[in-house]
């Protein structure tokens, strides 16, 4: 459960610094941290989201939009990186982060959402495995890519398609 002093916000410039230090904490390498810094400079960050706790930043969400045989009309997005501070893991804060990700994407017209993951994990938001939805990604990786529906209209069919700055990192 996050602490009562856990807020999740949108990012502001100051962040920036933090939410590379954190992604580089996070994960073995630091390619998630640079894909973040890559994702901003292209102005392709739809949703930048930090979870902070006393002031401290604890946790990060980036959402960037996708595309569905090379076509943005279906308005989809990609989630991730997201991360969360290695001493604060268990505490809910990928949890309130997901929720808060979700909502606010349908909030700006998402229809819906893809991602990379432990389906363990993603499917108590809804997730599914995207070739379920006909939804396949470039990568064949099973049921790690996993996709909602968010919005009202209609699942669109064919390849996803991350941004070009995933395939740079």
Do not use: C
Request: aromatic content about 8%; overall charge negative.
């Amino acid at each position: 459960m996050t602490s009562p002093s856990t807020i999740v916000r949108p990012e502001t410039e100051e962040d920036q610094t933090a939410i590379h230090a954190l992604h580089a904490t996070a994960f073995e390498t630091s390619a998630e941290a640079g894909l973040v810094d890559l994702l901003r400079t292209a102005g392709a960050l739809s949703l930048s989201l930090i979870a902070e706790q006393d002031g401290a930043l604890v946790g990060h969400v980036a959402v960037s939009p996708v595309t569905i045989n090379d076509s943005d009309e279906a308005q989809w997005y990609g989630l991730g990186p997201i991360s969360v501070h290695p001493k604060h893991q268990g505490e809910g804060i990928g949890t309130a982060l997901m929720l808060k990700a979700l909502k606010e994407t349908a909030t700006i017209g998402g229809q819906g959402m893809v991602l990379l993951g432990k389906p363990a994990f993603y499917t108590r938001f809804g997730f599914q495995p995207s070739t379920e939805l006909g939804l396949p990604w470039e990568k064949d990786v099973g049921p790690y890519f996993q996709a909602v529906k968010l919005g009202a209209a209609d699942i669109p069919s064919g390849v996803v398609k991350y941004h070009a700055a995933f395939d740079a990192v």
